[in-house]
């Protein structure tokens, strides 16, 4: 297998982006990523596109040919939309990874993008249900802030964790994404805003909850032999990773752990001959506190039970040990579901690159993760600086 | 890129399907043809399942794991959905294909389902036409019916192609599909039933449209030079091709081909070596009966324009020069949108095994031809006994 590296990245900012379509959304992420990416767009080979709930929400299937129709893509590149709800766009950059690894292309465009503020909310809760088993656990009304609920309580009887620790993920979070003017968030919070925001769902508060947004993310991949024709600062992809989970949550026989995440995470370290200590920055997917908290630990980066105690001890602020979310992460910079994949390899690649507006000093390598429903499917990705 | 083979073909009857839901369509279709592969499920490496309107009608996304879970696949097993309107299937078809010729994997699933029938008609129009670009003609509510009709009154005043030569394509593809046990009808019908059935868009009749059907079809494919350690008759892949057209047709600029299929064609021949005299049969996308004649010409088994005539004289009969639609095609044997591809790919598979209920004599190589949307995606396969 040949090296694979990201030699460009492109983004629209997350949020309420009024009068923006799916399909302008998603063109101009591309074009971005094409721009910084210095080549001609008639080099690229395939482009993979994620997303999730266009279909359900307004109504717009075949999303990849007709975004590369608007991009001006040669009709002889194969456009295909994948998806896997919330890790789409990791799909679509592990598809533009494997196939150039493989030696069957040089040159991928892989996007991700949601259009979901322009839905009624009862439509949008419905919708993003829609990747729990509807013939089961679907039926009994479960959604993911009924998911993560339940297993935050899990945690907290097991564990000790706290309704502090849990907020004080947010309060990072936000103070993070205050300094990224992609994020839909810019205001700092504290511990008593989110602990006295509006229940959601009993332990989870608002502030708790990633908002809905929405956005568009993109990358362009290129063997690592031909990077540096294209790019100064190209940035390795070093492990590529896509698990499989389970479609509901009683099929998985406990609730402190996500089995597709603790598995693409040691498939991923496996893969790169790395160790989570080897790794300086971490994107995790927080679509709501207690995911961070679980997912941290399933990665390996703290031992089962202390993800809790790591956020309220600091370990995992910009000057920590272990950054976690320095971009404001889902919480904050929002969550465009089909985007979020690339939208975590855009702040990433920024940071290795030593551009970012919350630069952590001296990142060489960084890790994503980013897992869909109730961990039906996870995807880890490890970019290390060339 | 290494040889890859078709070792196992398993599929649902195509129809109305009560009481089954896509899950165990699709699972009994994967069931089907892990049986007929003869390998054990955890050979299995990745697994990709085609699916276009399940979010949308039925309010059930991320399939590809959740069917993964219920056939029983390793949880390292990536499970990708992939989508490209009507192509949904064969587009997963040729993902197993690269990766397998690509030697990341050795051993992949393959499938595509669609659940259509338990939603109301007015859902399912809309959803259906749902790959066409609605910011633009989307918005003037044109579907696929009336796609159909506008190429087909165009092929007509062009090339002189008549009603009878239109309803001749249902004809024939009824009389082929009554042979076949998975055909949603197995009914003969006359040119007369035909041309005085119900006005749908004119110039299209009732019998001139496909029916709305469930249904699920799945294969194994399996890197060649280990197929023999499986199957006594696997079938070699020796094209794939997917290209893009346009999400309109008023940008196509002509109204008497799709650009997507005649490059695809073309890219699928020269990939094998192969010419359109070398097919034995096709299964061509007969959505509508003028598709079905502007596809062979576009494929370039007829000059443009002489499509028609070549239905009328019988050349496109099972006992003519080149069998198109032996099963029965979209118009007979049914057409649930993401599993056609693969449908089509069962049926091929059964001819070059000498197993076909309409079995065509001496059938070594055959061809597939499956198209999304308003040719926005397409996608061409070519087979060949071993």
Same mark, same amino acid.
């Given at each position: 297998?040949?090296?694979?590296?990201?030699?460009?990245?492109?983004?629209?900012?997350? =949020?309420?982006?009024?009068?923006?379509?799916?399909?302008?959304?998603?063109?101009?992420?591309?074009?971005?990523?094409?721009?910084?990416? =210095?080549?001609?767009?008639?080099?690229? *080979?395939? +482009?993979?596109?994620?997303?999730?709930?266009?279909?359900?929400?307004?109504?717009?299937?075949?999303?990849?040919?007709?975004?590369?129709?608007?991009? @001006?893509?040669?009709? *002889?590149?194969?456009?295909?939309?994948?998806?896997?709800? /919330?890790?789409?766009?990791?799909?679509?950059?592990?598809?533009?990874?494997?196939?150039?690894?493989?030696?069957?292309?040089?040159?991928?465009?892989?996007?991700?993008?949601?259009?979901?503020?322009?839905?009624?909310?009862?439509?949008? !809760?419905?919708?993003?249900?829609?990747?729990?088993?509807?013939?089961?656990?679907?039926? !009994? %009304?479960?959604?993911?802030?009924? +998911?993560?609920?339940?297993?935050?309580?899990?945690?907290?009887?097991?564990?000790?964790?706290?309704?502090?620790?849990?907020?004080?993920?947010?309060?990072?979070?936000?103070?993070? %994404?205050?300094?990224?003017?992609?994020?839909?968030?810019?205001?700092?919070?504290?511990?008593?805003?989110?602990?006295?925001?509006?229940?959601?769902?009993?332990?989870?508060?608002?502030?708790? /909850?990633?908002?809905?947004?929405?956005?568009?993310?993109?990358?362009?991949?290129?063997?690592?032999?031909?990077?540096?024709? +294209?790019?100064?600062?190209?940035?390795?992809?070093?492990?590529?990773?896509?698990?499989?989970?389970?479609?509901?949550?009683?099929?998985? %026989?406990?609730?402190?752990?996500?089995?597709?995440?603790?598995?693409?995470?040691?498939?991923?370290?496996?893969?790169?001959?790395?160790?989570?200590?080897?790794?300086?920055?971490?994107?995790?997917?927080?679509?709501?506190?207690?995911?961070?908290?679980?997912?941290?630990?399933?990665? =390996?980066? +703290?031992?089962?039970?202390? %993800? @809790?105690?790591?956020?309220?001890?600091?370990?995992?602020?910009?000057?920590?040990?272990?950054?976690?979310?320095?971009?404001?992460?889902?919480?904050?910079?929002?969550?465009?579901?089909?985007?979020? @994949?690339?939208?975590?390899?855009?702040?990433?690649?920024?940071?290795?690159?030593?551009?970012?507006?919350?630069?952590?000093? @001296?990142?060489?390598?960084?890790?994503?993760?980013?897992?869909?429903?109730?961990?039906?499917? /996870?995807?880890?990705?490890?970019?290390?600086?060339?």
């Amino acid at each position: 297998m040949r090296g694979v590296s990201i030699i460009g990245i492109g983004t629209t900012r997350y =949020g309420i982006l009024e009068g923006q379509s799916i399909k302008e959304m998603a063109t101009f992420a591309c074009n971005d990523a094409i721009h910084d990416a =210095g080549i001609d767009r008639k080099q690229i *080979e395939a +482009f993979y596109l994620g997303n999730y709930i266009s279909g359900m929400i307004i109504r717009q299937e075949t999303l990849a040919p007709l975004v590369g129709g608007s991009i @001006g893509l040669r009709k *002889e590149v194969p456009c295909t939309k994948v998806e896997g709800a /919330c890790s789409s766009a990791s799909i679509a950059l592990r598809h533009g990874y494997l196939l150039i690894a493989a030696g069957v292309y040089d040159i991928v465009l892989v996007a991700g993008a949601e259009k979901m503020s322009s839905a009624p909310i009862e439509k949008l !809760t419905a919708s993003l249900g829609a990747s729990i088993d509807m013939e089961t656990e679907g039926l !009994t %009304g479960l959604t993911f802030p009924g +998911f993560w609920a339940l297993m935050a309580r899990r945690h907290m009887h097991e564990f000790g964790t706290t309704i502090e620790q849990l907020a004080m993920v947010a309060v990072k979070n936000h103070k993070n %994404g205050s300094l990224n003017p992609r994020a839909r968030f810019r205001n700092i919070i504290t511990l008593e805003n989110v602990i006295n925001s509006r229940l959601i769902t009993d332990p989870l508060k608002l502030y708790d /909850c990633c908002p809905i947004s929405d956005g568009a993310s993109a990358a362009v991949l290129c063997a690592s032999h031909l990077a540096k024709e +294209f790019s100064n600062n190209p940035v390795e992809i070093v492990g590529s990773v896509q698990t499989t989970g389970f479609s509901t949550l009683f099929e998985q %026989g406990q609730q402190i752990s996500l089995p597709a995440t603790i598995l693409a995470g040691k498939l991923a370290f496996e893969m790169s001959g790395l160790k989570p200590q080897d790794i300086d920055i971490v994107e995790i997917h927080d679509c709501f506190t207690p995911a961070e908290i679980v997912d941290s630990e399933d990665l =390996g980066f +703290f031992e089962k039970g202390k %993800g @809790g105690w790591a956020v309220l001890d600091g370990v995992t602020q910009p000057d920590g040990k272990l950054p976690i979310n320095p971009s404001g992460g889902l919480l904050c910079k929002g969550h465009p579901v089909g985007a979020t @994949g690339l939208g975590q390899i855009y702040e990433v690649v920024r940071q290795l690159r030593d551009e970012h507006e919350n630069q952590i000093k @001296g990142a060489q390598i960084g890790l994503t993760h980013n897992a869909g429903g109730t961990g039906a499917v /996870c995807t880890v990705h490890i970019l290390k600086r060339r």
